[in-house]
């Protein structure tokens, strides 16, 4: 057992240790917002006890008491100093779990130097009095304290209207060189929909000789004290924006709407987006110019309790977290901003932590070239700045910016102790570097990763049944499982606080409804996607040639006459309407009996359908191409189609938008117009079978082949094993000059970016957005929500939310370039990584993948399933225990990958039994005579 609080707290591995110890630690604080008090620092405070210094104005420590039942005159009332001592010494050990516990401990440690006891009823005297006797100490002063914590600068938080005369008084004092620096606080000018608002004009004006009439009044009193901030050193603008708004208005409409206010008005809430925008567009112009730094702290839910607010006042403890969204005003405002490239250096930072992925994406919208990091996503901040909050933010950080970047931690504090806060923030990040190097993932190079970090999941997959209690090591930490965690379910290797996102693939697949304690079962249970509906998308191209891949692999393929290339030399009938079903089963039986199977081929098969009448628009032109592409596939070495005479689906229509084909390959039938169909049915096969029942394989690549990549029965395992290896297969043919797609849109929802990233261009990129958006409005145009694919079947093998499908499904892609985006019904023209548009319907897709023109699909499961296409499909194994059970249905089992198989042996086997498949081997599906042919339908039936 580790003792509690060594001098290796939080450090668990000998990197971190290294890295805190030798470069970390000693490094100084610059202390770029906080709250103390300047007056203080100006007169070299004396604080008069321990509750003084500690306790007085922290909030934090407040909201623990109160919530552990404390009085409140023991908090912020009248009670004794040493009252309200003892009171906090009775809450702590409740606080265990709380960061309070370790914040107390720090602070006790640095600077009193108590080590040894915890503070608790029992030891409550004993330190009351021992910090006591320091206190009395010289360097126990309020600039004693930060000096022995290393602080060489302090931002404070100050209102526009404040003389600035102890930040005066403080520079003129040469024997103190920590800079003290005004920090500029505009909220009251800015909040014009308090009630406080005409009387703080009034004040404002007063200080800057103005008389506040109309909004460029108001920009010159501004002005005005922006430039006295400025004579005394401030660099920092800080704003409370607890709600982000956006509204534009002219000059005469802010006129009106100050005018107004000061009469007494109250305003619509839209007039107040329109002022709150008009101010900070115009301060933000005025920080670009001044090379000053602003601050957006987003998202508080302020003074909920409203009995207590008019007892006590704000900042007391009575806040919490909000839950408005921002993101679409956030992006206009910080894009109005620098429309006149005035955008200046920005801090943004979020109390609800389901906004990371917001700012931490929105920064990457606005960086500023030759200026690393001008656009920052700040540190968790107030509720978030605890452990699980740190990492949060950090992991985000890294994952959509560069955390190489980051400016660090801030204090936030009204408390002369909390610089530890900023130990505690360093012990986080070298413990999360630690584990990275320590895991192999990173090299153990203490200046190159002295600010880096690579984001670790915060969940992993169990690849057996674990039972509750059992203890499970990933990345040298030991997780020990809170219930029972079947395989390819998820668990928590780390505490995730409620709202906070599960991060698996290095990604959020969701967030997290509640508090979910490490070793906890992760599921849909205590997680919800993140998906919502259309989104915007940016062209942010990410991606790189491929690693040099095996040899190309001979085999034997049949070649047809208009240069296309087959594995299979089948004859197929296709009916254009569901009404000759029957009569082409019978003609396919006869014929079968009168030629002993057809001999000499790889079969005669019949892929009937239920459309091709009373179809309208889109569903009669998915119909006709889907049977088209049939009858053009190159599997097929003759194609007999056979009509009715009064559907929809013409056979002359049908014929004359085919295009060219070799007439003695394909024959057209319709039944109305023959005297006996089924004789003229099997006449009309008599004459193709001599036709093509002499083709012979000839030696080929498989590089010319063209593989689609599906996915169905998916499970926990599937993002780890199957699907991983066919994105290296996919990488292997491309990088030979194969063809590889990919289709099932909906399950690209949440790892589109991704994909996006790989577009080729910009043109391939949008024709993908187009893709994306055009499947989510059809969903949302059926009145369904596009985050609910997931089966019954998914779930329960362990997958959660869409984004946990997608970002495995998705791996099937590999790393290749994207080079193309097919509608549903088009064909593969371009060799590469194309993405094509169909559901995720398992038959559906793979008719889909067929009808572009792939030879074969490749399909993995982690349920399992019997399904065949038109083409042979492989069945892929995500686990072995399926790969077990169900032989007659499974090809290749990749589960082999977590039973000690490395992926290049594992890959070069799939290659072996792809090329058995490709030279005339049956697949499963093939053996069991399942193939099927499934259309894609989105409209009406007449």
Not at 565 to 591: D, H, K, M, S, Y
Not at 748 to 768: I, S, V, Y
Request: hydrophobic share 40%; proline share 4%; net charge negative.
């Amino acid at each position: 057992m580790t003792p509690f609080m060594t001098e290796d707290f939080l450090l668990d591995t000998e990197f971190a240790r290294r890295l805190y110890h030798d470069y970390a630690k000693d490094q100084p604080i610059f202390d770029y917002h906080c709250h103390l008090p300047p007056q203080q620092i100006a007169e070299d405070y004396r604080f008069k006890n321990l509750y003084d210094i500690w306790l007085k104005g922290d909030h934090y420590k407040w909201r623990a008491m109160r919530t552990n039942g404390v009085a409140e005159r023991l908090c912020t009332g009248d009670a004794s100093d040493r009252e309200k001592f003892d009171a906090w010494a009775a809450t702590v050990p409740h606080t265990i779990g709380n960061p309070l516990y370790h914040w107390t401990h720090l602070e006790l440690r640095r600077p009193f130097g108590i080590t040894g006891k915890l503070l608790s009823p029992s030891t409550a005297d004993e330190i009351w009095n021992e910090c006591n006797e320091l206190l009395a100490q010289d360097n126990f002063s309020a600039r004693g304290i930060m000096q022995q914590m290393n602080v060489k600068m302090v931002g404070t938080t100050d209102d526009p209207i404040d003389s600035l005369e102890h930040h005066a008084e403080i520079a003129k004092d040469g024997s103190f060189t920590i800079k003290v620096l005004p920090s500029w606080r505009p909220d009251k000018a800015f909040n014009i929909e308090q009630a406080t608002f005409n009387d703080y004009m009034a004040k404002l004006g007063e200080v800057s000789d103005t008389d506040i009439r109309r909004f460029a009044d108001l920009q010159t009193a501004l002005t005005k004290r922006l430039d006295h901030f400025a004579a005394h050193g401030c660099k920092v603008s800080d704003h409370a924006l607890d709600v982000v708004m956006f509204a534009e208005a002219n000059e005469a409409e802010l006129d009106s709407i100050l005018a107004r206010r000061l009469a007494g008005e109250t305003l619509s809430e839209h007039e107040v987006a329109q002022f709150k925008t008009a101010v900070l567009v115009f301060l933000g112009a005025e920080y670009a110019r001044r090379g000053w730094v602003q601050q957006y702290h987003i998202g508080a839910l302020r003074n909920n309790n409203l009995r207590q607010f008019k007892l006590l006042g704000p900042d007391v403890g009575f806040d919490s977290i909000n839950d408005r969204p921002m993101a679409e005003e956030l992006s206009k405002l910080l894009s109005k901003q620098n429309e006149e490239n005035l955008l200046p250096k920005t801090i943004l930072y979020c109390l609800n932590p389901r906004d990371n992925e917001v700012l931490g994406t929105m920064i990457g919208n606005f960086q500023g070239e030759g200026m690393p990091g001008k656009m920052q996503f700040g540190s968790g901040w107030w509720f978030n700045d605890q452990k699980d909050g740190m990492e949060r933010q950090m992991t985000q950080l890294a994952q959509l910016g560069l955390l190489s970047r980051f400016v660090g931690m801030l204090t936030d504090s009204r408390s002369f102790l909390s610089y530890t806060r900023h130990e505690y923030f360093r012990r986080i990040l070298c413990q999360m570097i630690g584990r990275w190097v320590e895991a192999g993932e990173a090299p153990a190079d203490i200046n190159l990763l002295g600010e880096m970090i690579h984001a670790l999941d915060n969940v992993a997959v169990a690849l057996a049944d674990l039972a509750e209690g059992t203890e499970v090591s990933v990345d040298n930490q030991t997780v020990r499982l809170r219930q029972d965690v079947a395989r390819g379910h998820k668990f928590a290797l780390t505490n995730i606080a409620k709202g906070a996102n599960v991060i698996k693939y290095g990604l959020p697949i969701g967030y997290a409804l509640a508090d979910i304690a490490a070793g906890e079962h992760v599921h849909a249970h205590n997680t919800r996607t993140n998906l919502s509906d259309l989104d915007q998308y940016r062209y942010q191209p990410d991606f790189q040639d491929l690693p040099a891949q095996a040899a190309d692999r001979e085999v034997q393929i049949y070649r047809r006459a208009n240069g296309d290339v087959g594995v299979r030399n089948e004859l197929w009938i296709l009916p254009t309407v569901g009404c000759v079903n029957g009569i082409a089963r019978q003609i396919q039986n006869r014929f079968l009996k009168e030629t002993n199977n057809a001999e000499g081929t790889d079969g005669v098969f019949l892929f009937s359908h239920t459309y091709g009448c009373s179809q309208l628009g889109d569903d009669h032109i998915n119909t006709r191409t889907m049977l088209q592409n049939m009858v053009r596939h190159p599997n097929a070495g003759a194609v007999l189609v056979i009509g009715l005479g009064c559907e929809n689906n013409q056979v002359a229509a049908f014929r004359e938008t085919l295009g060219d084909i070799d007439p003695e390959r394909v024959h057209f039938m319709i039944c109305q117009q023959q005297d006996d169909e089924i004789e003229a049915g099997i006449e009309h096969l008599h004459q193709l079978y001599n036709v093509m029942r002499n083709d012979k394989r000839e030696p080929g690549k498989l590089s010319e082949l063209k593989f689609g990549l599906e996915c169905g029965g998916s499970d926990g395992l599937s993002g780890i094993t199957a699907n991983p290896m066919l994105g290296r297969f996919s990488d292997y043919v491309i990088a030979n000059g194969g063809t590889t797609v990919l289709t099932e849109v909906p399950e690209m929802f949440g790892a589109e970016q991704l994909l996006m990233d790989h577009c080729r261009d910009e043109a391939t990129f949008e024709k993908l957005v187009t893709m994306v958006n055009d499947f989510k409005q059809y969903f949302i145009a059926h009145d369904q929500p596009i985050y609910e694919n997931p089966s019954p079947g998914n779930k329960a093998g362990g997958i959660t939310t869409l984004e946990d499908k997608s970002l495995g499904c998705t791996q099937k892609a590999g790393s290749s370039v994207v080079v193309d985006v097919l509608r549903y019904g088009e064909r593969l023209k371009t060799p590469g990584l194309n993405l094509l548009s169909a559901p995720g319907n398992d038959a559906v897709a793979t008719s889909a993948l067929a009808g572009a023109g792939c030879h074969m699909v490749l399909f993995s499961t982690g349920r399992g399933t019997p399904y065949g296409g038109f083409v042979p499909t492989v069945k892929i194994a995500t686990n072995s225990e399926l790969a077990a059970k169900k032989k007659h249905w499974i090809d290749f089992d990749a589960g082999q990958l977590i039973h000690g198989k490395a992926m290049p042996q594992l890959l070069e086997e799939f290659i072996d039994t792809i090329v058995e498949f490709a030279n005339g081997k049956q697949t499963c599906n093939e053996r069991n005579d399942f193939r099927e042919l499934a259309i894609f339908k989105s409209g009406v039936t007449l």
